[in-house]
């Protein structure tokens, strides 16, 4: 147990497990059971514009084995980094001997689709480091874990690019309407194909220096107070991307949820991409989620309706980005 994962959840099991050897068949579980996306975002991405190299990275497209886009992008940091090496590169040399796996790459893969940047990449290297460290691994930089971090920022993200080449190219292109909606001082809509409408607004904000006394003591706070009458372009722009594709996770929950319902499935444990519902249910579930993702896609183009939305306000908007020969429903279909 204290090599568990999870200490906690293994005991659970333990519990549930201790029940079911008591009362055998028959025994109704309690515990959730949980089945996650293929790094969601991207999947969402490669859907929409039918990219065959992120759909077949994300396992949208069947497969004998279940593909691991982390360790897609792991193996090609090691090619880059063995070709550096072989140039005397001491840095390629100690990442290599200390060790680059998925776990490497798994969190700044997470985080493209919802507005990853190349800073949050390297700090996420810095806490692999850290896991590692902590695990009992020494490495060969002592405390200062920037440089080695820093050094392998561009190799994870120029292997990330090759990877999730078209979603980068839905990402940019979000934000340049995004940046157009902007400059008008306009919010931002879209409906999501739930029927969910997504209102986004960043206002400008002001900084204001208040006095005040706390137990005898002056201080002066700076207090941010929204002017709801200005866009914050910045942040508009930002936030575009990663909205629209939580809009997305929230649509295809909740027409999962929908489904679920209809088919008799009361109990949800639900975390954005992380579905749940008790074990006997779980044959279903896998089914009805496919179903729902595939429906959502085949039924609306959500880049041009998000483009239509646009322009409403626009007397410009640039055209969507071309899209590729992936075909969504054989995953599903083999599920029915």
Request: proline letters at 7%; one cysteine or more.
């Amino acid at each position: 147990m204290p090599e568990a994962d999870d200490p906690w959840s293994f005991l659970a099991f333990c519990f549930e497990w201790a029940d079911f050897t008591y009362e055998g068949f028959g025994f109704v579980s309690r515990l959730p059971i949980h089945v996650d996306g293929s790094n969601n975002g991207l999947q969402h991405f490669s859907a929409q514009l039918r990219d065959s190299v992120g759909g077949f990275a994300t396992n949208l497209v069947p497969s004998s084995k279940p593909q691991d886009i982390y360790q897609q992008v792991a193996d090609r940091v090691i090619v880059r980094l063995k070709e550096e090496a072989t140039r005397g590169e001491a840095m390629a040399q100690q990442w290599l001997d200390f060790g680059i796996s998925r776990k490497t790459t798994k969190r700044p893969v997470m985080v493209v689709p919802y507005g990853g940047q190349r800073y949050s990449c390297r700090a996420y290297l810095e806490g692999y480091i850290v896991d590692q460290m902590e695990a009992g691994k020494p490495n060969p930089w002592g405390n200062d874990l920037f440089k080695p971090s820093q050094y392998l920022t561009p190799f994870v993200w120029d292997a990330i690019s090759e990877v999730v080449v078209a979603a980068r190219k839905a990402m940019d292109w979000i934000q340049s309407v995004a940046s157009e909606v902007a400059k008008l001082n306009l919010p931002l809509n879209w409906t999501s194909p739930s029927g969910f409408v997504v209102f986004q607004q960043y206002p400008e904000t002001q900084s204001r220096r208040i006095s005040t006394y706390i137990d005898n003591s002056l201080i002066k706070p700076v207090l941010q107070l929204p002017d709801w009458g200005k866009v914050d372009k910045r942040r508009s722009v930002n936030g575009a991307s990663p909205n629209f594709v939580h809009s997305m996770d929230a649509a295809a929950m909740t027409l999962t949820i929908e489904k679920g319902v209809q088919e008799g499935i009361k109990d949800f444990a639900m975390i954005h991409d992380s579905y749940g519902v008790h074990a006997a249910h779980m044959p279903t579930l896998a089914k009805l989620l496919r179903e729902a993702f595939v429906e959502m896609y085949v039924a609306h183009d959500v880049l041009e309706e998000f483009r239509a939305e646009a322009a409403k306000v626009l007397d410009v908007v640039p055209p969507v980005p071309e899209k590729g020969d992936l075909d969504i429903e054989p995953a599903y279909r083999d599920w029915e």
